[in-house]
């Protein structure tokens, strides 16, 4: 057995020169690092660490080593599946890496839907010049936030400017930390939530996959917003009912849904949704790290945990594995 | 020959609502309101003052007692045809109206541009789940805006806190109004385009159609553009030449573009810039008026213009007919 410290990344979306980044970050804190190629992972059982997604975990590698798995995602419910990951092994997430992605896709969803869009796309694929559909505006519209996070967050700043009536963020706590509290115009507790649905016409939702948020928006819920409302939902499947989504969209109950994330990903290719009524599909690629940006805020957030890691502090991003975040 | 003082307003789109605001308010000054049914214009030969489209003018209706034109339309272009508007007539046009809800559209052609949604929606409707269809963001992207008036700084306002590296106005002055200044990292002249578009990821033009503007944005100019640029024109069709445009895109010479304004509209069914590559189309739609707020805005506009009018004051928003704006 080796005496070196080891850092097995997981990451084929990594360029060079984020590697060497890595390498060179890593190296000065005394770590050798390793990269997966393909699904072989190999020398993955000398790593006192782990950086990326939770394949290796079922891969039936022996992790012995292990000390800290450092989650390439932001959502960490993958890991949470019993027995996947060794007791002792502290876990971590890249929350932070995907607020300013997947804020961007989510107001792109919100300007679709509001402007109606998919169906003029229909008629321009039918070479039909016309301007008869009606589509609103966010100038006025009620917001309503569920989940306050680094997702929502960035998402009331982009989205403020277009003049909405009102920015209401939902989340446990009803408090947001200073650095946000001017981004809402109120915050309130989640068990406010059936008061503000009749007053939302934009509801946008970035909620983690907790046992906490499993379908809290259900087919009761979305009867509570006004016929004209959208859901935007970037988080995760799971808060979803989403057969009720469907069956709501089919009876005109709101008018539209952009949905990033489904309760089984990819979407099953049989799967009633790819074809109900005003539902905007994108497949899970909001957050997608094609994009220069969050592969390189996902990897600068890595190695900053990496130094008070290193220096036997606790990991600023740990998660309560018995609660999910 | 009736001495009443005679409003005749040919807007098939307004709500009864905004028909009784503008008989209140007008009464209110002294006049009498009447509205077109359908393209009949009864009654338009005892207008001192119309409001609306252009339609009338080409109708053959006598208009002896007009002395003054309100188009609903921003852009003017449609009355400065020769003969069509007599010469003593007053013309102003309904600029200011329109910019939150064209803003809002040329946010959102970017934002599918910049996030490659149409080529993820084309899967979508196959029913196929990917995520391997590389995209951009605005953050970090260079912005220019060929134009500065009402649609793009409510542009600029919604775009900045997508973080873009830099936001630069081009107009003819080089200066933007106080109210304006800090929308914009910095103002060049048009004179300096040339130095600007290499330095430009998005371009969003909200030109009016003038002879100055006419294909200002030329092949030779696309080409000054980087690989990965995308152009966003939300202002009036003449200021691209739209075949140079068609072919740059096929060659790949920019990375695609949102077009919501054509050289000849409705956009000939033949036309090969339906089928381009990379080529968003929408159908002249952005300020569309059945958005409720540009709709009460454009009649709150022509009610203060009214009220300067009925003072014998000069009309605000009275344009020089020689120079078109």
Known sequence: MSEKRVIAVDMDVLREAEKNNIIEEAGKLGFEVIFSGGQGFEGFEDAEVIYGGPQVLSSGKDLDRLKWFHSSYAGVNAFLVPGLLPGGVVLSGSSGAFGVAIAEHGMMLTLDLIRNMPKYQERVRNRIWSHDLSFNSIYGSRVTLLGTGDIGSEYAKR???????????????????????????RIVTSDQLDAVLPKTDILFMSLPGTKETDRIIDGKRIALLPKNAFIINVGRGNSIDQKALCDSLEKDVIAGAGIDVFETEPLPENDPAWDTKNLLITTHCAGWMDLDFTRRKNVEIFLEYLKAYSKGDPVPGAIDRAVGY
């Open 159 to 185: 989205i403020r400017p277009f003049c909405p009536e009102s920015i209401t963020g939902v989340n446990r706590s009803g408090r947001v930390g200073d650095e946000n509290k001017d981004l809402y115009d």
